[in-house]
């Protein structure tokens, strides 16, 4: 059973582990996001944002991490640990949480040469706005949803 429950600093080393795992290996990603990298930044964004636990059979196979920004949700992250990915468990949770906000603009980044990720999201009806260069001339996709 896959369900979606609001996460607690307790499930801090859990959902590190999970974000780790999720990016292991991924050549695209570069550094990955700074969640992933600290503990510190996580548990920021555990007691100060809107972070969610992916469950599977009652354990953590992943999070979604929300900074609500005025004029949208910001999504910040969403990782599946990687021997759970192809599951469907992303495409799953990211919904259910989607329809929880039925009346919001939604927006995010991810590496534009990540393929994988721009589909995943692209399937779930966010559309590309653009780009936008990073940190060490990265180049990321700019996305949109919006639920109205």
């Known amino acids: 059973?896959?369900?979606l429950r609001r996460a607690v600093p307790e499930d801090l080393d859990r959902l590190f582990e999970a974000a780790n795992s999720a990016f292991?290996?991924?050549?695209?990603?570069?550094?990955g996001p700074r969640w992933k990298r600290s503990r510190e930044f996580l548990l920021d964004c555990l007691t100060r944002q809107e972070c969610w636990c992916i469950l599977k059979d009652g354990n953590i196979v992943g999070g979604l991490i929300l900074f609500p920004q005025?004029?949208?949700l910001w999504l910040e992250g969403a990782f599946v640990e990687a021997g759970h990915q192809g599951e469907g468990i992303g495409q799953q949770?990211?919904?259910?949480?989607?329809?929880?906000?039925p009346e919001a603009a939604w927006r995010?980044?991810?590496?534009a040469a990540d393929r994988r990720d721009c589909h995943f999201y692209e399937k779930l009806g966010f559309v590309r706005t653009g780009t936008e260069t990073g940190h060490g001339g990265q180049e990321f996709a700019l996305y949109e949803k919006k639920m109205f």
């Open 108 to 111: 995010l980044k991810t590496p």
């Open 24 to 31: 292991a290996g991924s050549s695209v990603s570069g550094k």
């Open 1 to 3: 059973m896959i369900e």
């Open 93 to 101: 949770t990211l919904g259910q949480l989607l329809r929880r906000y």
């Open 70 to 72: 005025p004029d949208c």
